[in-house]
């Protein structure tokens, strides 16, 4: 499988480029952004762009199995233009240039819990971010999928490049156990969040839109067939 990653640098992006990988399902990966992860790895190529809307890199961008989107920012302080300038206008300028060179491909997309389908709540948030999902899902990709995490705890040294995040995480990061054991609905991890992507591209999913439950079901259900088949070539 050859996956395209957007956001690579960001939290979550650093944790499902980790997942990617150390998959043995994964061949190569793209990782697209402005700048560059800093890592170097045989199965790593990058593309920085200035301008996703750049439609000269389509010809570098052809041939891949599934695309992660996992590039975002805080919509704290920030008026509702300029945040559907970075989270409608600059996903769906990537999302057209992919469904034109990949049409066979899995796109998925990381939302967050609390997303606006009706796009008309009171959250300017929720109402950018589900009006992004409803523009992704009509395109004619293979597949869509858009994921829904709540609080994501970085794992493996991963850090939040927003102050504001970082000094959440900071704090809750010891309460994480405790999270997790009387919310496990809204909690979930980077490694979790990278897994579940790849099950997905690979294998599907039961619904569309996956909440925070989802992606930590399918994360352990994905898991649980890696070590089966390790187990069994241990075993031949």
């Not at 395209?4 to 061949?27: D, K, N, Y």
């Amino acid at each position: 499988m050859k996956v395209i990653l957007f956001g690579a640098t960001g939290m979550v992006g650093q944790g499902v480029l980790r997942e990617c990988l150390l998959s043995p399902e994964v061949e190569q990966v793209l990782a697209v952004g402005r700048a560059e992860t800093g890592q170097k790895h045989e199965k790593l190529r990058e593309l920085l762009l200035k301008d996703f809307l750049d439609a000269s890199s389509e010809s570098t961008l052809d041939g891949y199995d599934a695309c992660f989107f996992c590039l975002g920012v805080s919509s704290a302080g920030m008026k509702e233009e300029d945040y559907q300038r970075v989270t409608y206008d600059l996903t769906l300028a990537a999302a057209q240039v992919l469904v034109r060179t990949n049409p066979r491909m899995t796109f998925i997309y990381v939302s967050g819990t609390g997303t606006d389908s009706t796009e008309k709540g009171r959250s300017m948030w929720a109402r950018v971010k589900g009006r992004t999902e409803n523009a992704l899902a009509a395109m004619p990709f293979r597949a869509v999928y858009l994921f829904r995490p709540g609080f994501i705890q970085p794992m493996h040294g991963i850090v939040s490049k927003t102050r504001l995040y970082r000094g959440l995480y900071k704090v809750l990061s010891p309460l994480y156990p405790v999270l997790k054991a009387v919310a496990p609905k809204y909690v979930t991890n980077t490694e979790a969040v990278g897994l579940a992507m790849l099950a997905t591209a690979e294998l599907g999913a039961p619904k569309k839109v996956l909440e925070n439950d989802d992606i930590n079901e399918l994360a352990r259900r994905y898991s649980e067939r890696r070590a089966g088949t390790r187990a069994e070539d241990a075993s031949a």
